[in-house]
């Protein structure tokens, strides 16, 4: 998925085909990234001061998140997104929740893996 002027862009990874374009009324999208979790397909995309929650299927937003602008948005299998914000501060949006968390570490967050093989450890 990418965004450009006023629509996200998702493609199939496999036959390298458009399959679908969001047009969520609105000028630009920062950032946004795909997650699949078996039946449910969900995309996060900031715009301003918000995530927002796309359900791919209706092609629609169904959740709104206010948060600082991150420069790395990533999910996990378990729908909570790692936010790295622009001004080096760590935070995990737990989906299921429905919360944003400040996470402490020393220093500067640059960017945020999840681990592939634990439940909720990042690096």
Known sequence: AFASTMTINIYDVKTFQL???????????????????????????????????????????????????PKQIEFNKDNQLSIVSNNGDLQILDYNRKKIENIKISGKAILSRWNPFEVNFFF
């Open 19 to 69: 399959r679908s374009i969001l047009n969520p009324n609105i000028e630009k999208l920062v950032l946004c990234i795909a997650l699949n979790k078996g039946k449910n397909k969900e995309l996060a995309a900031y715009f301003e001061v918000s995530i927002l929650i796309f359900d791919l299927q209706k092609e629609t937003i169904i959740d709104k998140f206010k948060c600082l602008e």
